[in-house]
């Protein structure tokens, strides 16, 4: 297959976004251009890319708040799906948050999307016993 994973840059945000909408990632709530410039401009967060052939066809939000890791963003090319590349972002995000001294990684997945629960569950992720609450500015 020859995926290979490389950090985002400021030049790969409009192909990202594009990658986050075609997965359905996507809400009107959220402003993915700021979540991209916002993530690429603090040093406890990065985009990782996966590239086939220079080919954008995966990416992963991945950051570090000083106490767990959290993912974000995990797209694959609608076209590339089920060929390990969700798989080898996982890998590295979960690299990356190892090398920053986390201790554990999270992520939230909506309640209705069995398929991404799925998925994790077969890299070994569990569900969690918790409730998140949240607030908007």
């Known amino acids: 297959m020859g995926v290979s994973i490389r950090a985002a840059t400021v030049a790969d945000r409009e192909a990202t976004v594009a990658l986050w909408e075609a997965a359905g990632l996507t809400r009107p709530w959220n402003d993915p251009r700021?979540?991209?410039?916002?993530?690429?401009a603090t040093p406890t967060s990065t985009i990782l890319?996966?590239?086939?052939?220079?080919?954008?066809?995966?990416?992963?939000?991945?950051?570090?708040?000083?106490?767990?890791?959290?993912?974000?963003?995990?797209?694959?090319?609608?076209?590339?799906?089920?060929?390990g590349i969700g798989h080898a972002l996982m890998t590295a995000a979960e690299n990356w948050l190892k090398a920053l001294?986390?201790?554990?990684?999270?992520?939230?997945?909506?309640?209705?999307?069995?398929?991404?629960?799925?998925?994790?569950?077969?890299?070994?992720y569990e569900?969690?016993?918790?409730?998140?609450?949240?607030?908007?500015?």
């Open 34 to 40: 700021g979540d991209f410039d916002l993530a690429l």
């Open 49 to 83: 890319l996966a590239e086939i052939a220079a080919a954008l066809e995966g990416s992963v939000m991945v950051g570090f708040d000083g106490h767990r890791g959290w993912v974000y963003y995990l797209a694959t090319a609608p076209g590339c799906r089920g060929q």
């Open 101 to 124: 001294g986390s201790p554990k990684i999270q992520l939230m997945v909506r309640g209705d999307n069995a398929s991404a629960r799925g998925f994790y569950n077969s890299l070994g």
């Open 127 to 137: 569900l969690q016993d918790v409730v998140t609450m949240g607030k908007r500015f």
